[in-house]
């Protein structure tokens, strides 16, 4: 009878299989592999047992809160479905121990005179691609609600001939849709390829349309760091739910700021909805919706409109 494989061999073989299946599992996988290294190190063998995720939930948490904890258990629970399916002597956690694993905090809407801070400041930045490369960065977010993860893998093949719609490939639950976009965001494309091909970028070693002073891919980790020093040089105070201020926060602008815009014309909310939500690439229909009752300034318009509908109907009603 031959020995039972080590729980980092199960996570790898799960872990392969979901990513032949097209999951990316980029944060998950990490986190996965970081449990089984623990489990084995602690020296666990067998099935899966309760005690051991409990334990590597609150040992190996950054922070020491039950929200933490709950997070790390329920990244496990796919993978404990997994080897349920093969060893029926699997144990997991019922429910929640730590209570929920999911919240969404209101997030930061940015003023326009922040937005427009921050693309001058990205322009003052030193070298030669640099500027143009940060401050067209924060100005297609901003101007198309992308996901960061979306624009730091485009292509320059993604943009339009006359750049009037990107092509986003393969994003959230490997989905793909076009993204129209204003013709001031068309001419600061067009803009930015002008002054890629002045610095040999045009034909570099990667097609991506972002790119490092050296011509290779932008990272997510240089644009964070860069995004947070001008953040604070700016003295932009972080407003909502989250400590600090967040590059994602510019998508969550990008549709608050349309929400609001179509609330105060009176436009019909639902249909908008529909064509909000498949523009910026929301699988469910009711993550839009959660602006609605996540962002003061769109609850405050939406009781308005309802008070004023409500003073019609009675006004009929009576009249």
Sequence with gaps: MSAPSTMLVRAQEYLAERRHLGFELDRSGSLTLAFARFADASGHVGPLAVQIVLRWAKEGAARADPFTWAGRVAVLRPFARHLADRDPSTRFPEDSPFGCSHRRLAP?????????????????????????????????????????SEALRLSIHDIGDIQTQITVHHSKFQRSRLVPLHPTATAALRAYLRIRAKHGSMEGSTPLFLLEQ???????????????????????????????????DLRHSFICRRLMLWQQNGADIGNAMMALSTYVGHVNLGDTYWYLQAV???????????EALSAKDAEVRHG
């Design 108 to 148: 930061h809407i940015y003023s326009s005179a922040e937005i427009e801070s921050l693309i001058a400041a990205a322009k003052r930045l030193p070298g030669g691609l640099t500027p143009a490369t940060f401050a067209t960065l924060f100005g297609l977010l901003a101007a198309s609600g992308m996901r960061i």
């Design 214 to 248: 050296t011509g290779e891919r932008l990272t997510y980790g240089n644009v964070r760091s860069v995004f947070g020093r001008l953040a604070a040089e700016l003295g932009i105070q972080a407003r909502g739910g989250h400590q600090v201020i967040r590059i994602h």
């Design 296 to 306: 003061p300034d769109l609850m405050a318009i939406a009781g308005s409109r309802f």
